[in-house]
Nanobody
């Protein structure tokens, strides 16, 4: 199966930036549709950004213009560049991959936006 390992979370001030990384392993990684989800305190998990195996992207309205999802097929890594961070972006961010009937999740990484 695919293993997803996330990194890059941390504490940042409002207006700051972070880049999350999701490093994958497995021969099918390049075929996965990938997404970043987040779950804030007391909230449901929501899709933040998605990218298909072909590179098409989509974003939640709340992050459009601020976040960018990308993938590096050579490195088997998906990134989420987060700019102009707001306190409401505070959440645990999860990396997700889907292929056919299979679904894979990373362990989650905490992003805290606070002054």
């Amino acid at each position: 199966q695919v293993q997803l390992v996330e990194s890059g979370g941390g504490l940042v001030q409002p207006g700051g930036s972070l880049r999350l990384s999701c490093a994958g392993s497995g021969s099918i990684f390049s075929f996965l549709a990938m997404g970043w989800y987040r779950q804030g305190p007391g909230k449901q998990r929501e899709l933040v950004a998605g990218i298909t195996s072909g590179g098409s992207t989509n974003y939640a309205d709340s992050v459009k213009g601020r976040f960018t999802i990308s993938r590096d097929y050579t490195e088997n890594t998906v990134y989420l560049q987060m700019n102009s961070l707001k306190p409401e972006d505070t959440a645990v961010y999860f990396c997700n991959g889907r292929w056919n009937q299979a679904e894979f999740w990373g362990q989650g990484t905490q992003v805290t936006v606070s002054s």
